[in-house]
């Protein structure tokens, strides 16, 4: 079989960041929860905070690798009901007097004060904190629970932030993402999140080399196609360059536009649909993007 890179250096982009990376993300988390928790005004507030993102899914690749830390409010929560049901049918109460967007100014006062205001970005979604030779980058994402209720009373819960810009509405489920590519990385016998990376680092790869590049193709959204590949992708396979070839086939063939087989696919969370409403990406960035991976491959 043909292929443009040999299958050491195919495995080699299935490991995570090197030592010194790694340290540089432990610090970048360790100063922000140490920043929330002696902040005079966040300090004695219920506060989550947690990685999410590619440093805490373990799908991080090198010289890629800012950490994206969230700052969840557990104080109260944002909701979204079934249609046609009310408030009062889930005995929900009235609203907090706290804020999301008081909350967001009182995380960049703290973020100000540790670092600096020269060291602090404030962005539509997120605040930014430079890196050093000591952290990396950081993305500091306030967010406040948010729950979405079913029929029958129960409800998924997840965090959800308002941009700056426009007010806009973005809800997510980091935590379920984490665990569902834990047990995806199990049943794939450890070998999920070594796909990842390798998908993430080939896009990189055909960047740097002039081959293709389309904004809209996230990590995230690589890491979400290699989890809707069955496990046996990963397990029927026994070199990293076939398990590649075999997930492009895959992804390719269900992602054309004349069939709708990946019209329910899901994040890896597994309750927000991939390519349903208000996407950056659509199925066809992502089928062109795979016909271009399998191209620049040379299979």
Known sequence: ???????????????????????????????????????????????????????????????????????????AFYYDLPYGMTKEQFGLGEPSTYSYEQFKNDVESALVAKFGRQNVKRKNKCLTVKENTYRAEIDVVPTWKHRWYRQGGTYAEGVVLFADKDGGKVINYPLQHIENGKKKNADTLRRFKGLVRIFKKINVKMEEDGFYNNPNISSFLLECLVWNCPNTVFINHDTWSQRVKEAIIFLYNKTKNETDACKDWGEVSDLLYLFHGGRKWSKQDANTHLLKMWNYMEY
């Open 1 to 75: 079989m043909n292929m443009k890179f040999t299958e050491e250096t195919l495995r080699s982009w299935t490991y995570p960041p090197s030592d010194s990376e790694e340290a540089k993300l432990q610090n970048a988390e360790r100063l922000v929860k140490e920043t929330i928790a002696s902040a005079a005004t966040l300090q004695y507030r219920p506060i989550k905070v947690f990685c999410q993102g590619s440093y805490a899914n373990d799908t991080n690749i090198r010289l890629d690798s800012d950490i994206d830390v969230n700052i969840n409010y557990t104080g």
